[in-house]
């Protein structure tokens, strides 16, 4: 008994030292939980594989390799705390596309915690299934936002954000640095002037370029065939002309210079100070 259990383990390492490895020959192909299953990941060309079992035209395979442990966690309730504002899809034949719009609702929020929030909605937003013409999502736009203003300003405002197109191999991940910083700053006086009517001034700064360019525009539309070059010029001298008049009309009515304006409007740049809507 004993010398068959030992032939048999024989055998069974015989077979696993000696049984030909299988290679990734295309580009990449998706790494799925099933046959034609959910995505959960991506193998590259010439990576070795172990064949497993086989199922029609697909076969279940063992792959080892190895992964930077700073982006792994064992528990996750470490993932910030949020909220998703808007969930758009946009499924047609050449792409599926999903955005996702997220409020960060928690405190100590950093740059990694951002980027494990961004990855982790990737991961499962990409295993998305019930569309028409594709299994999973082909492209993701995911933005993550502080503040609610912030987001629906749609001015860019976010302070992370994690995009995959088609044709990328894996997501890109990005986070503001002025977005960032902007949670660990506290209100200062400037000027004679709290922070909060600096930001009030801030948010009239910004309608006034609004104003600014709806009435050069209506006077002189350049959305048209037959615009010429006078009608650009015209557009663009009056634009300046009002937003001189506006913005020393907003000067005088808070009692300071057209210089506290501009550097008032710096400062809202600097620190990311969440935009108005436009109107």
Known sequence: MKKIIIVTILLLISINLYSTPIYI?????NFR????????????????????????????????????????????????????LKDEVYDVPI???VQLDVLIEDTGISEKKI???????????????G??????????????YTTKEKAESQTGQWVGMISKNYDDKKPQTNVSKIQLNSLSLKPIKKFGLSESTRKEIWNKIILIDDRVEK????????????????????????????????KKELASEYGIGAETIDSILSEGLSKGWAMPKWR
């Open 215 to 246: 009435e050069s525009n209506a006077k002189y539309p350049l959305d048209g065939y037959d615009i010429t070059m006078d009608d650009m010029k015209n557009n663009a001298a009056l634009y300046v002309k009002l937003k001189k008049k506006y």
């Open 25 to 29: 020959k295309g580009e990449y192909v």
């Open 131 to 144: 569309f028409k013409y594709h299994n999973n999502p082909t492209n993701v736009y995911i933005y993550a």
């Open 115 to 129: 980027q494990d929030l961004l990855n982790h909605l990737f991961i499962k937003t990409i295993k998305r299934t």
């Open 95 to 97: 792409k599926t596309q």
């Open 33 to 84: 939980d099933a046959p034609d299953g959910n995505i959960i990941g991506e193998l590259y060309s010439g990576t070795e594989l172990e064949e497993i079992s086989q199922n029609g035209e697909w076969i279940k395979v063992k792959v080892e390799g190895w992964i930077w442990k700073p982006l792994t966690t064992s528990d996750n309730t470490e993932i910030l705390k949020h909220t998703i």
